[in-house]
């Protein structure tokens, strides 16, 4: 099989996307066996993960958002 990246790109792709050592692992191993539509798998609950951690940080923001504008609607105008 044709791999396009090198091992170490992957590798240090897949930590600069927040796998850890088990899931980069895992995927490597999907990669040698050549077994593609498991490594879109794992990319894509990667993924998931992601974007479920920057849910909850928007709403963490929200809450924020919510304080300042309350404090800031109570707040004397100058």
Same mark, same amino acid.
């Given at each position: !099989?044709?791999?396009?990246?090198? *091992?170490?790109? *992957?590798?240090?792709?897949?930590?600069?996307?927040? =796998? @850890?050592?088990?899931? *980069? /692992? +895992?995927? !490597?191993? #999907?990669? %040698? /066996?050549?077994?593609? $539509? %498991?490594?879109? @798998?794992?990319?894509?609950?990667?993924? =998931? $993960?992601? #974007?479920?951690?920057?849910?909850? /940080? /928007?709403?963490?923001?929200? =809450?924020?958002?919510? #304080? *300042?504008? +309350?404090?800031?609607?109570? $707040?004397?105008?100058?």
């Amino acid at each position: !099989m044709k791999k396009d990246l090198p *091992v170490q790109a *992957v590798i240090q792709n897949l930590k600069d996307a927040g =796998c @850890d050592t088990k899931t *980069v /692992e +895992q995927f !490597m191993k #999907l990669r %040698e /066996e050549g077994n593609i $539509k %498991e490594q879109l @798998d794992l990319l894509s609950r990667q993924r =998931c $993960k992601l #974007l479920d951690r920057v849910h909850r /940080e /928007e709403k963490r923001i929200d =809450c924020l958002d919510y #304080l *300042v504008y +309350q404090i800031q609607k109570k $707040k004397p105008a100058i």
